[in-house]
């Protein structure tokens, strides 16, 4: 196994006494052998997550499990693979999943508040701002709020995929002080957790930590997320200053008390407004502008607005105030951004100078394309 830094050994101390904790749990942590749901192992995690709540802080739980739960009653012999018949399980199984969490938080003086979401409530802005209200209001009652993708209703256009970067938009939107991702391996490996010679890696502190290691494997069979979503759902959390501990369901207890189990992710960002943070990873973009290199340097490394000169190109259909990609000459997207005029009014603008268009079309053309504060940057690919 890899050193435990003493600086690991104290963030993760940050756990014991975080007023706000994200858990999402996967549903290989919450099912038999069969792929059934197991009372016994969901009832050992709310009594982790009771203890918590006893303890004075606040618990949100993100949890997968319906299309599991739903397999037993409707004779299944495991998960399904079509869109209709996954709805159809998710219907059977929410039910009964959301049934065993009110009677288990229940016995430990605990009121549940279920919470089912679809990528489109993160995509519309009114949407999320909803969401926000609903759950705050929620722990502000004292409610444990469970959250899960509406799957019953969610199209292939409009779903999530999976629970772990929902559990990342979540923990933002709730402002968490830390998530804690439970799967069914005990922590992020050098390589997959099977394979001979594979250790645990204590703590990453950041993205340079994670070269050169397997992440490809897939995820167990009645799950849909495999290694390589759990580090998108760190990577959005930790960008946006949450740190993560990723563990097994059975060291729960153990990584909320700040014990050196499963592997630590260092926040490595600031916390971002939630609007960046829904620009950034929620929303659906409209259209994509397509800037020169200058433009690209100006936005990229001076972090400066996008003007209409620097554009060559526009594509798709929006009105201002709508998402749109910003991509350098070779297609990469860098950025994206709120764009300030409509798709019928941009190819007018593109190449002139906010003065320029001041003078020729008016005062009320002077404005950028896109504002640096409705801006956020992507990692470009290498």
């Known amino acids: 196994m890899h050193p435990v830094s003493a600086a690991a050994l104290l963030d993760r101390r940050q756990l014991v006494d975080a007023p706000r904790v994200v858990v999402k749990v996967g549903s290989s942590s919450l099912t038999d052998e069969d792929g059934h ?26 949890s997968s499990g319906a299309i599991a739960a739903g397999i037993g009653p409707l004779g299944l012999s495991s998960r399904p693979r079509d869109l209709a018949t996954q709805q159809a399980a998710a219907s059977a199984g929410q039910g009964l999943l959301v049934a065993h969490y009110t009677r288990s938080f229940w016995d430990h003086g605990l009121r549940v508040g279920q919470v089912l979401l679809t990528a489109d409530d993160t995509v519309r802005r009114t949407h999320y701002r909803n969401a926000q209200r609903a759950l705050t209001r929620l722990l502000e009652l004292g409610v444990v709020p469970v959250i899960n993708e509406n799957d019953a209703v969610a199209t292939d256009e409009i779903r999530f995929g999976d629970n772990d970067r929902l559990a990342a938009l979540v923990s933002h939107l709730v402002r968490a002080d830390a998530m804690v991702l439970l799967t069914d391996v005990d922590g992020l490996h050098t390589g997959p957790p099977s394979r001979p010679g594979s250790v645990r890696i204590p703590e990453v502190r950041g993205p340079r930590d994670l070269e050169g290691i397997d992440v490809t494997a897939r995820g167990s069979a009645v799950g849909t997320g495999g290694m390589v979503t759990k580090l998108e759902s760190v990577a959005i959390a ?6 993560v501990v990723l563990t097994s369901a059975e060291n729960a207890a153990a990584a909320l008390a700040g014990e050196d189990v499963g592997t630590w992710f260092a926040a490595t960002g600031r916390r971002a407004s939630t609007r960046l943070l829904w620009l950034a990873h929620a929303a659906r973009t409209r259209g994509r502008l397509v800037l020169d290199e200058g433009a690209v340097r100006a936005v990229v490394d001076r972090r400066t607005s996008l003007l209409p000169a620097g554009v060559t190109r526009a594509e798709g259909t929006f009105e201002a105030g709508d998402p749109v990609e910003l991509c350098g000459p070779d297609g990469d997207v860098v950025a994206r951004g709120l764009v300030a005029y409509s798709s019928e009014e941009v190819p007018g603008l593109l190449g002139h100078t906010t003065s320029e268009l001041r003078a020729d079309l008016g005062p009320e053309y002077g404005r950028v394309l896109v504002h640096r504060d409705d801006l956020v940057l992507v990692r470009r690919r290498r």
């Open 37 to 62: 749901l197991d009372p016994e192992r969901l009832d050992a995690l709310v009594k982790v997550l009771a203890a918590r709540r006893a303890a004075g802080g606040q618990v949100v739980l993100v």
């Open 238 to 243: 930790t960008a946006s200053g949450i740190p």
